[in-house]
């Protein structure tokens, strides 16, 4: 398994409150990705990384904003968590020039 | 914008029956797909590649036909360890186009009984 890691795994927050999510790899790999999984829907991409401090916008960014200042890790934070983010969050990890993405665990987030 | 679409089932099938199940897609332009696998409340794991010429790996095989726009997957002699979500993923990637170009499908689910 590619050596990716999410944390927390769990979280619950209440409504209005930062969240900071962290996803660390150990691949070295040069893009990484944060996604949200929902009933009735795919997996839709919030935001991507494709090096140190190079970020970008994906299908569902609003409310969310990240930062990479290192390789390995990738974070996503909830600015002021609302009910509608209440999700499970996978990051995921590709090697540059491929487009095999492999992911992490997932963090279940409840936002009461 | 641009849809994946897959049959959410179940899909009930006995153990060691044969299974096959299609994934559509709407942009012509798509340049690589893939299957990924998942597992309740675990993350999607890549289960192969969709080559143009179709490939196979053991029990599994994955076909593309572009003309039509849909990609399968079919499993032979199914597993009760099979049984999992499967995703149709495809790449719409345009030309200079960006990391973020993969469009998941929802999901077919797949249960295998004994």
């Known amino acids: 398994d590619a050596g990716i890691t999410q944390s927390p795994r769990h979280k619950v927050t209440e409504t209005g409150t930062p969240v900071t999510l962290r996803c660390h790899q150990t691949?070295?790999?040069?893009?990484m990705y944060w996604y949200r999984q929902d009933p009735g829907h795919g997996l839709r991409l919030i935001h991507y990384?494709?090096?140190?401090?190079?970020?970008d916008k994906g299908e569902v960014s609003d409310g969310y904003s990240v930062s990479r200042s290192k390789t390995e890790d990738f974070l996503l934070t909830l600015e002021s968590a609302t009910s509608s983010q209440t999700s499970v969050y996978f990051c995921?990890?590709?090697?540059?020039?491929?487009?095999?993405?492999?992911f992490g665990p997932g963090t279940r987030l409840l936002v009461l | 914008r641009k849809e994946v679409e897959q049959d959410p089932g179940p899909f009930n099938v006995p153990e060691g029956a044969t299974v096959a199940f299609n994934c559509t897609y709407s942009n012509s332009a798509s340049q690589s797909f893939f299957w990924y696998r998942q597992d309740c409340r675990k993350e999607p794991k890549l289960l192969m590649s969709v080559y143009s010429s179709g490939n196979e790996d053991g029990r599994f095989t994955a076909q593309l036909n572009r003309a039509s726009q849909y990609i399968s997957l079919l499993i032979r002699d199914s597993k009760l360890s099979d049984s999992a979500t499967y995703l149709c993923?495809?790449?719409?990637?345009?030309?200079?186009?960006?990391?973020?170009?993969?469009?998941f499908g929802k999901g077919t689910h797949l249960i295998i009984q004994p």
């Open positions: 691949e070295n790999h040069r893009y």
């Open positions: 993923v495809v790449n719409n990637r345009t030309v200079g186009g960006g990391a973020d170009g993969l469009t």
């Open positions: 990384s494709y090096g140190v401090k190079d970020t």
């Open positions: 995921a990890i590709s090697q540059q020039g491929t487009e095999t993405q492999y």
